[in-house]
Protein backbone atom coordinates (compact mmCIF):
# COMPACT_ATOMS: atom_id res chain seq x y z
CA UNK A 1 0.00 0.00 0.00
CA UNK A 2 1.42 3.37 -0.86
CA UNK A 3 0.49 6.72 1.60
CA UNK A 4 -0.30 10.14 0.62
CA UNK A 5 2.01 12.96 0.50
CA UNK A 6 0.38 16.22 1.53
CA UNK A 7 2.47 19.50 0.57
CA UNK A 8 0.60 21.84 2.79
CA UNK A 9 1.14 25.55 3.33
CA UNK A 10 0.49 26.63 6.69
CA UNK A 11 -0.19 30.17 5.89
CA UNK A 12 2.16 33.16 7.23
CA UNK A 13 2.63 31.55 11.04
CA UNK A 14 -0.95 31.73 13.12
CA UNK A 15 -2.84 29.17 14.04
CA UNK A 16 -5.84 30.22 12.63
CA UNK A 17 -5.01 31.21 9.25
CA UNK A 18 -4.67 27.77 8.21
CA UNK A 19 -6.70 26.20 5.72
CA UNK A 20 -9.66 24.00 6.99
CA UNK A 21 -8.23 21.73 4.12
CA UNK A 22 -4.71 21.80 5.86
CA UNK A 23 -6.05 21.36 9.62
CA UNK A 24 -8.15 18.05 7.98
CA UNK A 25 -4.58 17.04 6.72
CA UNK A 26 -2.50 17.72 9.86
CA UNK A 27 -5.49 15.90 11.65
CA UNK A 28 -5.31 12.75 9.75
CA UNK A 29 -1.25 12.86 9.35
CA UNK A 30 0.76 9.99 11.05
CA UNK A 31 3.88 12.07 10.05
CA UNK A 32 4.36 15.49 9.77
CA UNK A 33 8.06 17.00 8.44
CA UNK A 34 7.77 20.70 9.04
CA UNK A 35 10.11 23.93 8.39
CA UNK A 36 11.76 26.25 10.59
CA UNK A 37 9.69 28.93 10.06
CA UNK A 38 6.62 27.13 10.77
CA UNK A 39 5.52 27.82 14.86
CA UNK A 40 5.90 24.67 16.42
CA UNK A 41 3.04 25.44 18.74
CA UNK A 42 0.94 25.74 15.42
CA UNK A 43 1.17 21.96 15.70
CA UNK A 44 0.15 21.52 19.08
CA UNK A 45 -2.99 19.79 18.48
CA UNK A 46 -1.87 17.38 16.38
CA UNK A 47 -0.95 13.58 17.59
CA UNK A 48 0.93 12.40 14.22
CA UNK A 49 4.78 12.39 15.03
CA UNK A 50 6.56 15.66 14.15
CA UNK A 51 9.93 16.23 12.32
CA UNK A 52 11.55 19.57 12.04
CA UNK A 53 13.45 19.42 9.06
CA UNK A 54 14.12 23.40 9.42
CA UNK A 55 16.56 24.96 7.02
CA UNK A 56 18.60 28.29 7.82
CA UNK A 57 19.53 29.84 4.39
CA UNK A 58 23.22 28.62 4.61
CA UNK A 59 23.17 26.10 6.86
CA UNK A 60 20.64 23.26 5.69
CA UNK A 61 19.71 20.92 8.58
CA UNK A 62 18.61 18.47 6.70
CA UNK A 63 19.66 18.48 3.09
CA UNK A 64 16.86 18.92 0.34
CA UNK A 65 17.84 15.15 -1.01
CA UNK A 66 17.22 13.74 2.78
CA UNK A 67 13.71 15.48 2.61
CA UNK A 68 12.77 14.16 -0.39
CA UNK A 69 14.08 11.04 0.52
CA UNK A 70 12.42 10.53 3.81
CA UNK A 71 8.96 11.60 2.12
CA UNK A 72 9.17 9.06 0.20
CA UNK A 73 10.35 6.15 2.01
CA UNK A 74 7.10 7.18 4.74
CA UNK A 75 4.55 7.22 2.20
CA UNK A 76 5.70 4.08 0.83
CA UNK A 77 5.38 2.72 4.17
CA UNK A 78 1.76 3.62 3.68
CA UNK A 79 2.49 6.59 5.97
CA UNK A 80 -0.19 9.63 5.60
CA UNK A 81 2.52 12.36 5.08
CA UNK A 82 2.22 16.04 5.68
CA UNK A 83 4.97 18.01 4.14
CA UNK A 84 4.03 21.46 5.79
CA UNK A 85 5.58 24.69 4.96
CA UNK A 86 5.57 28.50 5.52
CA UNK A 87 3.30 30.28 3.87
CA UNK A 88 2.27 29.13 0.35
CA UNK A 89 4.04 25.83 -0.81
CA UNK A 90 4.11 27.01 -4.41
CA UNK A 91 5.78 30.86 -3.22
CA UNK A 92 9.39 30.10 -3.07
CA UNK A 93 8.64 26.96 -1.25
CA UNK A 94 10.38 24.22 -3.26
CA UNK A 95 6.31 23.28 -3.77
CA UNK A 96 6.90 22.33 -7.21
CA UNK A 97 10.14 21.05 -7.02
CA UNK A 98 9.35 18.18 -4.11
CA UNK A 99 5.87 17.39 -6.09
CA UNK A 100 8.09 16.73 -9.13
CA UNK A 101 10.29 14.30 -7.05
CA UNK A 102 7.44 12.73 -5.86
CA UNK A 103 5.74 12.16 -9.07
CA UNK A 104 8.82 10.87 -10.35
CA UNK A 105 8.99 8.37 -7.55
CA UNK A 106 5.43 7.36 -8.21
CA UNK A 107 4.51 8.74 -4.69
CA UNK A 108 0.74 9.74 -4.57
CA UNK A 109 0.41 13.42 -3.73
CA UNK A 110 -1.80 17.13 -3.28
CA UNK A 111 -0.19 20.25 -3.03
CA UNK A 112 -2.77 22.17 -0.44
CA UNK A 113 -2.57 26.03 -0.93
CA UNK A 114 -1.92 28.12 2.27
CA UNK A 115 -2.24 32.11 2.76
CA UNK A 116 1.49 33.22 1.30
CA UNK A 117 2.86 35.64 3.69
CA UNK A 118 3.78 38.04 0.87
CA UNK A 119 -0.31 39.33 0.68
CA UNK A 120 -1.22 37.58 4.30
CA UNK A 121 1.39 39.28 6.01
CA UNK A 122 1.18 42.87 4.84
CA UNK A 123 -2.39 42.93 5.80
CA UNK A 124 -1.39 41.34 8.67
CA UNK A 125 0.46 44.65 9.38
CA UNK A 126 -2.55 46.80 7.95
CA UNK A 127 -1.29 47.00 4.46
CA UNK A 128 -3.06 45.99 1.04
CA UNK A 129 -1.18 44.73 -1.02
CA UNK A 130 -3.10 46.83 -3.86
CA UNK A 131 -4.85 50.16 -3.81
CA UNK A 132 -5.90 53.14 -6.52
CA UNK A 133 -2.54 53.56 -6.33
CA UNK A 134 -0.96 49.97 -7.07
CA UNK A 135 -2.21 48.49 -10.04
CA UNK A 136 0.08 45.34 -9.67
CA UNK A 137 2.19 43.51 -7.16
CA UNK A 138 5.26 41.62 -7.24
CA UNK A 139 6.71 39.42 -5.17
CA UNK A 140 10.58 38.79 -5.47
CA UNK A 141 13.21 36.72 -3.63
CA UNK A 142 16.01 39.46 -2.02
CA UNK A 143 17.92 35.98 -1.81
CA UNK A 144 20.80 36.00 -4.63
CA UNK A 145 19.52 33.37 -6.82
CA UNK A 146 21.34 29.86 -6.64
CA UNK A 147 23.09 30.00 -9.95
CA UNK A 148 24.64 33.52 -8.73
CA UNK A 149 22.60 35.80 -11.27
CA UNK A 150 21.75 39.49 -9.46
CA UNK A 151 18.15 40.80 -10.03
CA UNK A 152 17.27 42.87 -12.61
CA UNK A 153 17.37 46.00 -10.67
CA UNK A 154 16.63 48.31 -13.28
CA UNK A 155 13.69 46.68 -14.02
CA UNK A 156 12.14 45.92 -11.06
CA UNK A 157 13.21 49.49 -9.89
CA UNK A 158 10.49 50.82 -12.76
CA UNK A 159 7.60 48.77 -11.82
CA UNK A 160 4.69 51.35 -10.51
CA UNK A 161 3.24 48.47 -8.60
CA UNK A 162 3.88 47.30 -5.23
CA UNK A 163 7.38 45.37 -4.49
CA UNK A 164 7.01 42.48 -1.26
CA UNK A 165 10.43 40.88 -1.16
CA UNK A 166 11.06 38.29 0.90
CA UNK A 167 14.69 36.42 2.10
CA UNK A 168 15.81 40.46 1.60
CA UNK A 169 16.98 40.99 5.08
CA UNK A 170 20.09 40.02 4.41
CA UNK A 171 20.61 42.18 1.61
CA UNK A 172 18.36 45.21 2.98
CA UNK A 173 21.27 47.68 2.00
CA UNK A 174 21.83 46.42 -1.38
CA UNK A 175 18.36 46.34 -1.99
CA UNK A 176 17.43 49.83 -0.83
CA UNK A 177 20.55 51.39 -3.03
CA UNK A 178 19.74 48.75 -5.61
CA UNK A 179 16.07 50.48 -6.48
CA UNK A 180 17.70 54.09 -5.37
CA UNK A 181 20.08 53.94 -7.73
CA UNK A 182 18.20 52.38 -10.49
CA UNK A 183 15.61 55.16 -10.30
CA UNK A 184 12.94 54.77 -7.56
CA UNK A 185 12.48 58.16 -5.84
CA UNK A 186 14.10 57.77 -1.97
CA UNK A 187 10.87 59.04 -0.71
CA UNK A 188 8.82 55.92 -1.69
CA UNK A 189 7.11 54.81 1.22
CA UNK A 190 8.69 51.25 1.83
CA UNK A 191 8.24 49.31 5.47
CA UNK A 192 9.58 45.88 7.37
CA UNK A 193 7.22 43.20 8.76
CA UNK A 194 8.82 40.80 11.15
CA UNK A 195 7.34 37.56 11.75
CA UNK A 196 3.56 38.49 10.52
CA UNK A 197 0.59 37.26 12.08
CA UNK A 198 2.75 35.77 15.10
CA UNK A 199 2.79 37.27 19.04
CA UNK A 200 6.03 38.49 18.21
CA UNK A 201 4.63 40.36 15.20
CA UNK A 202 6.40 43.81 14.78
CA UNK A 203 6.18 46.27 11.61
CA UNK A 204 7.75 49.51 11.01
CA UNK A 205 7.24 51.50 7.81
CA UNK A 206 9.73 54.67 6.80
CA UNK A 207 10.90 55.68 3.37
CA UNK A 208 13.50 53.93 1.01
CA UNK A 209 16.23 56.22 1.81
CA UNK A 210 15.74 55.55 5.51
CA UNK A 211 14.41 51.99 6.08
CA UNK A 212 17.90 50.80 6.67
CA UNK A 213 18.54 52.96 9.53
CA UNK A 214 15.27 52.72 10.56
CA UNK A 215 15.39 48.90 10.72
CA UNK A 216 18.57 48.91 12.70
CA UNK A 217 17.70 51.23 15.18
CA UNK A 218 14.17 48.87 15.80
CA UNK A 219 16.20 45.62 15.61
CA UNK A 220 14.15 43.73 13.14
CA UNK A 221 15.63 41.07 11.64
CA UNK A 222 14.70 37.79 9.53
CA UNK A 223 12.29 36.08 8.93
CA UNK A 224 10.42 40.19 7.36
CA UNK A 225 9.01 41.06 4.59
CA UNK A 226 9.70 43.98 3.10
CA UNK A 227 7.39 46.31 1.22
CA UNK A 228 7.58 49.05 -0.84
CA UNK A 229 5.54 51.27 -2.32
CA UNK A 230 2.75 53.47 -1.90
CA UNK A 231 0.38 51.03 -0.04
CA UNK A 232 2.44 51.62 2.79
CA UNK A 233 0.79 54.97 3.44
CA UNK A 234 -2.41 52.79 4.62
CA UNK A 235 0.02 50.81 7.60
CA UNK A 236 -0.26 53.66 10.20
CA UNK A 237 -4.32 54.50 9.22
CA UNK A 238 -5.53 50.64 9.30
CA UNK A 239 -2.62 49.18 11.65
CA UNK A 240 -4.99 47.09 13.43
CA UNK A 241 -5.16 47.45 17.29
CA UNK A 242 -7.15 44.99 19.32
CA UNK A 243 -6.33 45.14 23.09
CA UNK A 244 -4.62 41.88 23.82
CA UNK A 245 -1.94 42.63 20.35
CA UNK A 246 1.25 41.11 21.25
CA UNK A 247 0.43 38.69 23.58
CA UNK A 248 0.96 34.83 23.52
CA UNK A 249 -1.00 32.54 25.38
CA UNK A 250 -1.24 28.78 26.13
CA UNK A 251 -4.61 27.05 26.66
CA UNK A 252 -5.42 23.50 26.96
CA UNK A 253 -6.63 22.27 24.06
CA UNK A 254 -10.59 21.44 23.42
CA UNK A 255 -12.32 21.16 20.20
CA UNK A 256 -14.68 24.31 19.56
CA UNK A 257 -13.00 25.92 22.49
CA UNK A 258 -15.00 29.25 23.18
CA UNK A 259 -11.73 30.28 24.96
CA UNK A 260 -9.63 29.56 22.09
CA UNK A 261 -11.73 31.73 19.96
CA UNK A 262 -12.71 35.18 21.90
CA UNK A 263 -8.94 35.52 23.10
CA UNK A 264 -7.49 35.60 19.96
CA UNK A 265 -10.82 37.43 18.44
CA UNK A 266 -9.24 40.18 20.80
CA UNK A 267 -5.73 40.11 19.38
CA UNK A 268 -4.03 37.46 21.69
CA UNK A 269 -1.79 35.10 20.00
CA UNK A 270 -3.23 31.53 21.13
CA UNK A 271 -1.51 28.46 20.70
CA UNK A 272 -3.19 24.96 22.77
CA UNK A 273 -1.49 22.17 24.28
CA UNK A 274 -2.63 18.95 24.74
CA UNK A 275 -3.23 17.59 28.20
CA UNK A 276 -2.65 13.91 26.78
CA UNK A 277 0.79 14.62 26.18
CA UNK A 278 3.25 14.47 28.68
CA UNK A 279 6.43 16.35 26.50
CA UNK A 280 7.22 19.60 26.97
CA UNK A 281 6.41 21.91 25.01
CA UNK A 282 7.87 23.24 22.14
CA UNK A 283 7.23 26.86 22.91
CA UNK A 284 10.06 29.60 21.54
CA UNK A 285 10.71 32.10 24.36
CA UNK A 286 10.94 36.09 23.63
CA UNK A 287 14.32 37.80 22.87
CA UNK A 288 14.18 40.05 26.26
CA UNK A 289 17.02 42.19 24.29
CA UNK A 290 14.63 43.50 21.33
CA UNK A 291 12.08 45.15 23.69
CA UNK A 292 9.00 43.30 22.17
CA UNK A 293 6.02 42.65 24.07
CA UNK A 294 4.95 38.95 24.69
N1 LIG B 1 6.35 30.03 1.14
C1 LIG B 1 6.48 31.23 1.96
C2 LIG B 1 7.76 31.98 1.63
C3 LIG B 1 9.01 31.18 1.90
S1 LIG B 1 10.48 32.10 1.69
C4 LIG B 1 5.24 32.10 1.81
O1 LIG B 1 4.42 31.86 0.93
O2 LIG B 1 5.06 32.99 2.63
C5 LIG B 1 10.84 32.57 3.37
C6 LIG B 1 10.58 34.04 3.56
O3 LIG B 1 9.18 34.28 3.64
C7 LIG B 1 11.14 34.63 4.82
O4 LIG B 1 12.51 34.93 4.69
C8 LIG B 1 10.32 35.88 4.96
O5 LIG B 1 10.77 36.87 4.06
C9 LIG B 1 8.96 35.41 4.46
N2 LIG B 1 8.06 35.02 5.56
C10 LIG B 1 7.45 33.83 5.72
N3 LIG B 1 6.63 33.85 6.80
C11 LIG B 1 6.72 35.10 7.32
C12 LIG B 1 6.09 35.77 8.41
N4 LIG B 1 5.22 35.17 9.22
N5 LIG B 1 6.41 37.07 8.62
C13 LIG B 1 7.27 37.71 7.83
N6 LIG B 1 7.90 37.13 6.78
C14 LIG B 1 7.61 35.86 6.51
Known amino acids: MSGLVSLVGAGPGNAEWLTVLGHRRLS ?6 YDRLVDPALLSPYTADKINVGQLPYRHKISQAEINEL ?42 PGLTSAIAGLAAAGIPIT ?3 ATSFHVITGHRRANGQ ?11 GT ?22 PRATPAAVVQWATQWRQRAIASDLGHLVNVVQRGKLAAPALIVVGQVVNFMGRLTP ?8 LLVPYKAGSKLFSALQDEGASVNCFDRRIKNPLP ?4 DLTTGARW
Do not use: C
Open 150 to 160: TLDWANIAHQE
Open 28 to 33: AADVII
Open 71 to 112: MVNLAKKGQRVVRLKAGDPNVFGRGGEEAQYLKAQHVAFEVV
Open 241 to 248: KPPLQGLH
Open 131 to 133: SDQ
Open 163 to 184: LVFVMGMENLETLTTQLIINGM
Open 283 to 286: VQLP
